[in-house]
């Protein structure tokens, strides 16, 4: 499976830890994007079928009023 640290202008980093994600590459159509900090306490992942479709659930940021912020 290959792995590739993802630059920060593609996504955003960690909301919990700040660290930039990691995405791997599960199949030809297949995407996870995570933190991989053993220290940060979320386990929060982004899945999608390309790239795109990934890091737009990754980026994508809930405020407290419920509204989603990308």
């Keep these: 499976m290959e792995t590739t640290v993802l630059a920060a202008t593609e ?34 992942i982004a899945i999608g079928s390309t790239m795109t479709r990934a890091l737009e659930r990754w980026n994508k940021r809930v405020v407290e009023d419920g509204t989603e912020k990308l």
């Design 11 to 44: 996504a955003k980093p960690c909301p919990w830890c700040g660290q930039q994600p990691n995405m791997w590459h599960i199949t030809d159509d297949g995407r996870i994007i995570a933190c991989d900090n053993e220290d940060c306490m979320t386990t929060d």
